[in-house]
């Protein structure tokens, strides 16, 4: 089994930054590709970013550009930047080892106008 933890989340007011953390342990040797997800209250659950252990990346395309994924496979930690954040960015973001079907408990990011 993969267990993942967010952090990082918070309020920040728009047009500023977060750096979100996800730290993988258990079996990790299984984990190929990890993903951010985020879920706003009233919507379904959406593909924000994804990167493979080789470093290969997916993005959604309306957040291209603002948000950068990036992964330590040596610290077994994938993280999230968001740049340039809009009050349309609120949601809870989970991490997710796409792969083997493990997600993270989520982490809260509300941005005011």
């Known amino acids: 089994q993969v267990q993942l933890v967010e952090s990082g989340g918070g309020l920040v007011q728009a047009g500023g930054s977060l750096r979100l953390s996800c730290a993988a342990s258990?079996?990790?040797?299984?984990?190929?590709?990890l993903g951010w997800y985020r879920q706003a209250p009233g919507k379904q659950r959406e593909l924000v970013a994804s990167i493979t252990s080789g470093g290969s990346t997916n993005y959604a395309y309306s957040l291209k550009g603002r948000f950068t994924i990036s992964r330590d496979n040596a610290k077994n930690t994938v993280y999230l930047q968001m740049n340039s954040l809009k009050p349309e960015d609120t949601a809870v973001y989970y991490c997710?080892?796409?792969?083997?079907?493990?997600w993270g408990q989520g982490t809260q990011v509300t941005v005011s106008s």
């Open positions: 258990g079996s990790i040797f299984s984990i190929n590709v």
């Open positions: 997710c080892a796409v792969n083997v079907g493990s």
